[in-house]
């Protein structure tokens, strides 16, 4: 089984919102690998609004982006896009 890890800053101003944490689910469940996301050492499940929100990751925090399965790879380059594409805000 492929294992993938990365380790992102937040660029968008207002960090780990909802509006972020959505985009972030909707990436999440177009693959099969189970998605991670850590923040300050806690640990949540990458297909939950709910779960990610609790991280409270704020601009500048670091959050890593876990996956395990056979596309897990793609799985965290295309949510590592999504955070360095700033959640798509200006």
Do not use: W
Not at 37 to 62: F, K, M, W
Request: contains cysteine; hydrophobic residues 45%.
């Amino acid at each position: 089984m492929t294992e993938e890890k990365r380790t992102v800053k937040l660029k968008n101003k207002l960090g780990m919102h909802a509006r972020a944490a959505a985009a972030m689910v909707k990436i999440a469940q177009q693959f099969e690998a189970k998605i991670h996301l850590e923040h300050n050492g806690q640990r949540v499940d990458g297909d939950s609004i709910l779960d990610i929100l609790t991280l409270a990751c704020p601009y500048g925090g670091e959050l890593t982006i876990m996956a395990r399965g056979q596309d897990a790879p793609a799985a965290v380059e295309a949510l590592v896009q999504l955070v360095e594409d700033k959640f798509g805000e200006s």
